[in-house]
């Protein structure tokens, strides 16, 4: 901004603050060691920490104490905002990652809680972030871009001010955050209580006589579906284009996502070698190689013919079945439990059958109560998928207020001003007389050579 604020002043961090303090430590004192894991990636959320003795951190360790902060200066986790103002320590001493910057408020006037909100705020990270020096995978913020940093320093009370109604404030969003974040997980149980309630006949809104289930019949997989298959992998290789094939990854979110990673087969491949999983429009997707198990989709007619992988098995409906209904009857899960602890496989791997596939179980209606159906929950998914994508912008809007009120406060829009406030060009003008007045450690001589 062009003009600052009546009473701010600007600076530094490093004019403000002590970078990296040292301690020196009684030691036989207990300090709370805060590894990298344990700090938040949220603004409000203390660190947690750990016991651990001094002696045994205090050579390799950043050191710091209640009130300092402390942030990530590697990446990731530079990026994904960890950092937090620390309290809460046993005898108030602290240790951690050696990848954490500490800053240390030079004086009483510089509150600690507005020093985190400046490091929070979308100008520090996207600066930090285009800063990072390193190797990929090992890059850091340079000490020298922390330094430099400009702030916008408001008054002494004002920055209390702005300290308070953020911690107010952000803690209606983190409020509104936890409600909106929920709603996904319910929305997943509301789709699974559909499926169960229609497969169980519970979704018929005819006069035909179905509520109990009486015209309904069990059958096995393979008696009902005209075919159920898995497929393989050709020995002929992949080609740049032919006939699709698809792996588990295809399967996203319930759909078929082929523009992920895609591979294809020749036409002599996919009608030779693959020709018993050659797969069509309509038929039904599932893979059998976990986890996780139970990724289903009903392939899309983009292509007349398509063809899988051995870690999926295709089901086929039958004159007695549809897509739709083998579909909700895959996804309801029922027939994967029932086997899931027969299931074999190593390291961590699980495998259902082809057999075992092939004798699924589906309670079958007659065909015009599938349909009614199959239509009445695509209905209510379409509901729930709409309000899920309500959700999702909402929660856009739910991050981007931290910032927009962080931008606010360093307008200095957020809370009123009170001329009376002392200017923190004094509050500089004290620091700097503060920091003269200590003297500098002499430099010490070099030993004369012999």
């Given at each position: 901004m062009s003009k600052l604020p009546a009473g701010w002043a600007g600076t530094t961090l490093s004019e403000i603050c002590a970078m990296g303090p040292k301690s020196d430590w009684e030691d036989s004192i207990e300090v709370g060691f805060v590894p990298m894991s344990h700090a938040p990636t949220t603004f409000r959320n203390a660190v947690r920490y750990e016991i651990r003795p001094w002696h045994v951190v205090k050579k390799a360790y950043t050191h710091f104490e209640n009130g300092d902060v402390i942030f990530a200066k590697v990446t990731p986790c530079f990026e994904n905002g960890k950092a937090a103002l620390v309290s809460g320590l046993p005898n108030g001493a602290g240790a951690g990652s050696s990848e954490f910057y500490v800053l240390r408020p030079l004086d009483a006037?510089?509150?600690?809680?507005?020093?985190?909100?400046?490091?929070?705020?979308?100008?520090?990270?996207?600066?930090?972030?285009?800063?990072?020096?390193?190797?990929?995978?090992?890059?850091?913020?340079?000490?020298?871009?922390?330094?430099?940093?400009?702030?916008?320093?408001?008054?002494?009370?004002?920055?209390?001010?702005?300290?308070?109604?953020?911690?107010?404030?952000?803690?209606?969003?983190?409020?509104?955050?936890?409600?909106?974040?929920?709603i996904p997980a319910l929305l997943k149980r509301l789709r699974r209580a559909l499926v169960h309630d229609a497969l169980a006949g519970k979704l018929i809104t005819t006069s035909q006589d179905v509520q109990d289930g009486s015209t309904w019949l069990r059958l096995r997989a393979?008696?009902?579906?005209?075919?159920?298959?898995?497929?393989?992998?050709?020995?002929?290789?992949?080609?740049?284009?032919?006939?699709?094939?698809?792996?588990?990854?295809?399967?996203?979110?319930?759909?078929?996502?082929?523009?992920?990673?895609?591979?294809?087969?020749?036409?002599?491949?996919?009608?030779?070698?693959?020709?018993?999983?050659?797969?069509?429009?309509?038929?039904?997707?599932?893979?059998?190689?976990?986890?996780?198990?139970?990724?289903?989709?009903?392939?899309?007619?983009?292509?007349?013919?398509?063809?899988?992988?051995?870690?999926?098995?295709?089901?086929?409906?039958?004159?007695?079945?549809?897509?739709?209904?083998?579909?909700?009857?895959?996804?309801?899960?029922?027939?994967?439990?029932?086997?899931?602890?027969?299931?074999?496989?190593?390291?961590?791997?699980?495998?259902?059958?082809?057999?075992?596939?092939?004798?699924?179980?589906?309670?079958?209606?007659?065909?015009?109560?599938?349909?009614?159906?199959?239509?009445?929950?695509?209905?209510l998914f379409a509901v729930a998928d709409h309000l899920e994508a309500k959700v999702a912008t909402a929660k856009e809007r739910i991050d981007a207020l931290t910032q927009s009120l962080l931008a606010k406060a360093f307008r200095g829009e957020l809370v009123p001003q009170d001329p009376s406030d002392e200017p923190a060009s004094v509050l500089l003008e004290r620091i700097r007389a503060q920091r003269a007045a200590v003297p500098k450690p002499k430099r010490g001589r070099k030993a004369a050579s012999n």
């Amino acid at each position: 901004m062009s003009k600052l604020p009546a009473g701010w002043a600007g600076t530094t961090l490093s004019e403000i603050c002590a970078m990296g303090p040292k301690s020196d430590w009684e030691d036989s004192i207990e300090v709370g060691f805060v590894p990298m894991s344990h700090a938040p990636t949220t603004f409000r959320n203390a660190v947690r920490y750990e016991i651990r003795p001094w002696h045994v951190v205090k050579k390799a360790y950043t050191h710091f104490e209640n009130g300092d902060v402390i942030f990530a200066k590697v990446t990731p986790c530079f990026e994904n905002g960890k950092a937090a103002l620390v309290s809460g320590l046993p005898n108030g001493a602290g240790a951690g990652s050696s990848e954490f910057y500490v800053l240390r408020p030079l004086d009483a006037g510089i509150s600690a809680e507005y020093l985190l909100a400046v490091i929070r705020s979308a100008p520090f990270l996207q600066g930090g972030e285009e800063s990072m020096t390193g190797a990929v995978g090992l890059r850091r913020v340079p000490r020298a871009f922390v330094e430099r940093f400009r702030v916008l320093l408001p008054p002494e009370q004002e920055q209390k001010r702005i300290a308070r109604e953020l911690n107010t404030l952000l803690a209606q969003i983190d409020t509104l955050k936890a409600r909106i974040d929920a709603i996904p997980a319910l929305l997943k149980r509301l789709r699974r209580a559909l499926v169960h309630d229609a497969l169980a006949g519970k979704l018929i809104t005819t006069s035909q006589d179905v509520q109990d289930g009486s015209t309904w019949l069990r059958l096995r997989a393979e008696d009902v579906c005209d075919k159920v298959q898995s497929g393989g992998t050709p020995k002929e290789g992949f080609t740049e284009s032919g006939v699709p094939f698809l792996k588990v990854y295809n399967i996203v979110n319930g759909v078929i996502n082929f523009d992920y990673r895609p591979q294809h087969i020749a036409d002599d491949v996919h009608h030779g070698s693959c020709r018993k999983s050659i797969t069509r429009p309509g038929d039904v997707l599932m893979n059998i190689v976990g986890p996780p198990l139970g990724k289903i989709a009903v392939v899309t007619s983009d292509h007349p013919e398509w063809n899988i992988n051995q870690a999926i098995t295709l089901f086929r409906p039958g004159r007695l079945i549809t897509s739709g209904w083998i579909h909700l009857s895959l996804l309801e899960g029922t027939n994967i439990r029932d086997v899931s602890h027969q299931t074999k496989g190593s390291a961590g791997q699980v495998n259902i059958s082809l057999s075992q596939c092939r004798n699924f179980i589906f309670t079958v209606p007659p065909i015009e109560v599938q349909n009614e159906v199959v239509l009445r929950v695509e209905q209510l998914f379409a509901v729930a998928d709409h309000l899920e994508a309500k959700v999702a912008t909402a929660k856009e809007r739910i991050d981007a207020l931290t910032q927009s009120l962080l931008a606010k406060a360093f307008r200095g829009e957020l809370v009123p001003q009170d001329p009376s406030d002392e200017p923190a060009s004094v509050l500089l003008e004290r620091i700097r007389a503060q920091r003269a007045a200590v003297p500098k450690p002499k430099r010490g001589r070099k030993a004369a050579s012999n």
